[in-house]
């Protein structure tokens, strides 16, 4: 079975600083990674995903992560926080293509000026 | 091309109503999820389905809550006898048929049940 743990169900930063949001993960196959955001009332929108290959991803809005496969984390950052960032973030694992995902429980950052 | 489209956005139920719940996936989307989001908490998955197959429905309850994704038409998440822990953002997601790498899921805006 897959599980997801994100530390830390809130998050605040200043505007500039740096985002750090951490995702453990457990699965018995080597998985899929990925992080969605999702905005007040809206669906989620993909930022970044890991499949195979590179394990440092860059995504869209200036975020990356990297897979770390010691740690079982695929941990998200953006060096500098900017106010439209402020919104839940999910970290999700899958086995396979065609698979269900397996959130975590999210983050909410807060974003201050 | 459209995204995923979820009607209703928005849909309020008395307890002991049915919920309809209609999902059109992503144009050339063979795969269809459904993820209940309840509140304060993260998505967790109800149900995959391919056309006229249901894959894996190991999320679902039991009771009262069905789906289907017929050859022709929207999927439909079906809530019988509506009650008030049935209040949640309801997430469909689609993905194109099995093609290697592309395993990402697109997602709907969602439809938020409130039971009365």
């Known amino acids: 079975a897959q599980s997801v743990t994100q530390l830390g169900s809130h998050v605040s930063v200043s505007e500039g600083a740096l985002v750090l949001l951490r995702c453990n993960y457990s699965?018995?196959?080597?998985?899929?990674l990925f992080w969605y955001v999702q905005y007040p009332n809206q669906g989620l929108q993909l930022l970044l995903k890991?499949?195979?290959?590179?394990?440092l991803v860059k995504g869209i809005n200036g975020f990356e992560a990297e897979f770390k496969k010691s740690e079982t984390s695929f941990h998200l950052t953006k060096p500098s926080a900017h106010m439209s960032d402020a919104a839940e973030y999910f970290c999700?694992?899958?086995?396979?293509?065609?698979?269900?995902?397996?959130f975590g429980g999210g983050t909410r950052v807060l974003v201050k000026p | 091309n459209a995204g995923v489209m979820q009607n209703p956005r928005h849909l309020v139920r008395r307890r002991g109503q049915e919920a309809r719940l209609r999902c059109s996936p992503m144009?050339?989307?063979?795969?269809v999820y459904w993820y209940r989001q309840l509140p304060e908490e993260g998505l967790k998955f109800m149900v995959y389905?391919?056309?006229?197959?249901?894959?894996?429905e190991s999320g679902m309850p039991k009771e009262r809550f069905s789906a289907e994704f017929p050859k022709e038409g929207p999927s439909i998440l079906r809530i019988q006898q509506v009650v008030r822990g049935d209040s949640a953002a309801y997430f469909c997601?689609?993905?194109?048929?099995?093609?290697?790498?592309?395993?990402?899921?697109?997602f709907g805006p969602g439809t938020r049940l409130t039971v009365l």
């Open positions: 144009k050339g989307h063979s795969h």
């Open positions: 389905l391919q056309k006229e197959n249901i894959i894996d």
């Open positions: 890991y499949t195979t290959g590179a394990t």
């Open positions: 997601a689609s993905s194109p048929p099995r093609t290697g790498d592309l395993n990402e899921q697109f």
């Open positions: 999700a694992v899958n086995k396979a293509a065609g698979n269900k995902l397996t």
């Open positions: 699965s018995s196959v080597p998985p899929y």
